[in-house]
Every structure is written in C-alpha cells, then in structure tokens.
C-alpha cells in the first residue's frame, strides 16, 4: 500500500512539473501563476505546494541537482583525483539531459531564466550553495580550505563557460542528428575547459 501510495505522490509531482515547464516556456515564468499551474493539471493550488514548496521550485525541477558535485566527490575512493571525478560528473549530466530530451529545449530554458529576476537570482542562490556544499566535500579530502575553496570556484566557473558554450552550438529547432552532434562537440569543450583546470593556464594550449 505504501509502495502504491508513493508511485502515485510521484506521478502527480510529475504531471505538475511537466504542466508547468510547459506553461512557463510558451509563456515565460514570470507571466504564469500557480493558480495557473493548478487550474492545467487538474488539482489544488495547495497540492502544488505540497510537492513544490516556492514557485522558483517548480521551474528547477530537478530536487537538489547543486548538491550532485558535493555528492559525487563524498561518493568517489579517497585516492580519486577531483577534477577527474568533477569531469565525469558533468558529462553524465550532459548525456543524462539528452536521454530525457532536455537539451532539445535548453535554449528555450536559458532564455526564459534570463527574462525573469525571480529565477536569475535563484540561479545565483543555487550555484552559490553548490560551491558552498563542494568546497565542504573537497575539504573532507583536502584539509586546505584554500585549496578546496579554488577547485569549487573553478568548477561553478567551468560550468558556466560550458553552459555558454552550449548555448552557441545549440541550433534552434535542433534534430536529433544535431542534437548528438552537438553533445560530441560540447564533450570536446569539456575536455579543453577541465583541461585548464588540471593543468594550469599557463599550461593551456590555444586552438
């Protein structure tokens, strides 16, 4: 019963978020309300924040998706080098959003967090927590708070970059055959960009 219970909790969380990323991508964020949101999916304004706590929550749909880095260097051997684990880390979220489909929409995404104050400075919030919680990570494997302070900073850093750079390869109305053209393209940046980091800028090549 309790397995049931759960299932169904998860499908209507679900159908909330797909209603309202619709919603919030035709429209921009800014320009729908919950009640909106409620009214679509057929069920309470108070069900919504049952399952999404702020409005911001229901655009992230993704539960705690800044704690992923922290997570995968708690998770990784002790003798693991970090840049490495970070690396690996972020092309699994890459081929992760193109299994799903997300990279099909991610200009789509951009833009509508850039056309809204509400969800740019709840990027920041995000992005700020995440260095927070992998520099804490780090420092269990490296007592240089220094140190570890560096490496977080560049990774939300590289981040960024690479965000940017997907935007630039990122076609309107991508096929699939581009969108896995652009996935190979944007694996190579990752490896230029964590190649900087492993190795120093004095080190970079240029292309």
């Known amino acids: 019963m309790e397995g049931r ?13 797909d209603v309202a990323t619709a919603l919030f991508l035709e429209r921009g964020f800014d320009a729908v309300t919950v009640a909106e949101v409620a009214r679509t999916a057929d069920v309470a304004v108070q069900t919504v924040f049952n ?35 970070l690396e690996a880390h972020y092309l699994a979220e890459i081929r992760e959003r193109l299994e799903a489909g997300h990279l099909a929409t991610w200009k789509q995404f951009v833009r509508t967090i850039e056309d809204s ?17 992998l520099t804490e990570a780090l420092e269990e494997r490296n007592p240089s708070h220094l140190t570890s302070r ?14 940017e750079e997907l935007m630039r ?28 980091l492993r190795h120093g800028l004095l080190t ?3 292309d």
Do not use: C, Y
Not at 150 to 163: G, M, N, R, T, Y
């Open 117 to 133: 104050p509400a969800l740019l400075a709840r990027r920041r919030l995000n992005a700020a927590e995440m260095e927070t919680l």
């Open 150 to 163: 560096l490496i977080a900073a560049q990774f939300v850093a590289a981040q960024k970059v690479l965000e």
């Open 5 to 17: 219970r759960e299932r169904k909790k998860q499908q209507t969380r679900q159908a909330i978020s």
């Open 51 to 85: 399952h999404f706590p702020t409005k911001e929550d229901l655009f992230f749909d993704e539960q705690g998706w800044w704690q992923g880095p922290a997570r995968a260097i708690r998770a990784a051997s002790d003798g693991a080098d970090p840049v490495d684990l």
């Open 169 to 196: 390869l990122l076609p309107d109305n991508a096929t699939a055959g581009q969108l896995q053209q652009v996935q190979r393209e944007l694996e190579h940046a990752t490896a230029q960009v964590f190649g900087v």
């Open 204 to 206: 970079a090549t240029t």
